[in-house]
């Protein structure tokens, strides 16, 4: 069984920061994705990442896939209110279903 | 917009009195999931359908069942809802098994009482 672990499991911080979170595992994975999720809601995709060492960038998101394929990261620059939630990954190895970490809560304040 | 759509976004149903929940897409998806996420929690699969193809995951407890009548519609039934089943459910859909994206509806929110 694949399994996915993410730091931190909170976080809070002010308006204007910078946050990284992580999503790690023991194992290989041929595919990773973040989502977002907001209160209430169902959860967003925000980027698919297959290549090991690949960085993608969404306006102040960069996303990045572990040489090795095993763990990524999730960067946000000057974090806004509306960044807040709960930050997903994803990992699937070679046509399985994807399987969930248990998400990072991320709290901006004003 | 071509979406996931799940009715109702909020259900109370009593200890023990089935209950159906719904999940429609206009994707034309042929993977369907249901998932089931309790407070704090990752998104756990219960299920889900390759087309017309069943597959269960293997703790999902004889409790939960599953219909997808056509490519648009799939049902979430709780033949005996316990107290330990409130949670969100989620639907949400793919092109392929483990490929691309999945597209999420706003889920329902579960309470028994």
């Known amino acids: 069984t694949q399994l996915l672990e993410q730091s931190p499991q909170f976080l809070s911080i002010q308006e204007g920061e910078n946050l990284t979170v992580y999503c790690n595992s023991s194992s290989v994975f041929s595919s990773l994705q973040w989502y977002r999720q907001e209160p209430g809601e169902g959860p967003v995709l925000l980027v698919t990442?297959?290549?090991?060492?690949e960085v993608k960038k969404l306006k102040r998101l960069t996303f990045q896939f572990g040489d090795a394929r095993k763990d990524s990261s999730l960067h946000i620059t000057a974090a806004q209110p509306g960044d807040t939630g709960l930050y997903l990954c994803a990992g699937t190895s070679y046509g399985q279903n994807f399987v969930f970490g248990p998400g990072t809560r991320l709290s901006v304040l004003p | 917009d071509a979406m996931v759509i799940q009715n109702p976004r909020y259900q109370v149903t009593q200890f023990g009195k089935p209950v159906t929940l719904s999940c429609s897409q206009t994707l034309n998806h042929n993977v369907m999931y249901w998932y089931q996420q309790k407070s704090s929690q990752a998104p756990k699969l219960l299920f889900h359908?390759?087309?017309?193809?069943?597959?269960n995951e293997a703790d999902t407890p004889d409790n939960f069942q599953s219909r997808r009548p056509n490519t648009s519609f799939c049902f979430l039934d709780i033949r005996s809802p316990g107290l330990g089943d409130a949670a969100m459910y989620l639907c949400a859909t793919s092109r392929a098994e483990g490929a691309g994206g999945y597209t999420f509806g706003s889920g329902t929110r579960l309470t028994v009482v």
């Open positions: 990442v297959v290549t090991g060492g």
């Open positions: 359908y390759y087309d017309k193809d069943f597959n």
